[in-house]
């Protein structure tokens, strides 16, 4: 079995170029390396659609349905063999795209390890499986999304994580769900309190 990647936009991949051309000609701070490499297609910088779930969706239990795709996000690796992402934003009708950031840090580490790991995830190896991101913005909550054909999806929070999660588990979409809704409702409960 193996990890599966969608085909990349190819809007997207273009303003993926462009980025790391610019950013190859200006070495900005936020560059430690003298080169990054972007590959124009295929799996070498592990391309993956990147969706948001709002937390009003959440509350209202519309689950995963309710998840937006947001951008792709394609990981590179530099010449000093350190990892960053790059994120391409989408527009809602999926024909607009648009450089949006240029990252490194925990979560990127997190997903690089899970990534390099899946070979040996017993839940994993059972089934093919396509590469995604979900994040839950207002909850602070990431994780890598593996769909599945047969919706029997899993899910594999990032680090740093919420409480309620652990480390390196992954979950089927009912315990994952469970988790973020309680998550979810905590946080509403929250900031209704200290709205009073």
């Avoid at 499986?129 to 054909?149: F, G, H």
Wanted: with cysteine; glycine share 4%.
């Amino acid at each position: 079995m193996a990890i599966k990647f969608k085909e990349a936009p190819q809007q997207s991949v273009h303003e993926l170029t462009n980025a790391m051309t610019w950013f190859n000609e200006h070495k900005t701070p936020a560059v430690r390396s003298t080169a990054l490499m972007a590959s124009a297609s295929g799996a070498q910088n592990i391309p993956h659609p990147v969706y948001n779930l709002d937390r009003d969706a959440i509350i209202a239990k519309k689950g995963l349905a309710a998840a937006k795709l947001v951008g792709w996000r394609y990981i590179i690796r530099d010449d000093a063999n350190q990892y960053h992402v790059a994120e391409i934003s989408v527009n809602e009708t999926n024909n607009v795209h648009n450089f949006h950031s240029f990252n490194e840090g925990s979560h990127l580490d997190s997903f690089v390890s899970h990534f390099n790991n899946f070979s040996t995830n017993d839940d994993v190896n059972k089934k093919d499986y396509e590469l995604n991101l979900l994040r839950v913005p207002s909850c602070y909550i990431m994780a890598i999304w593996l769909k599945d054909a047969a919706h029997n999806d899993l899910f594999i929070p990032l680090e740093p994580l919420q409480p309620g999660f652990v480390a390196g588990k992954t979950y089927n979409s009912a315990d994952f769900m469970s988790i973020v809704e309680h998550i979810a409702n905590d946080m509403a409960q929250q900031v209704d309190h200290n709205a009073k």
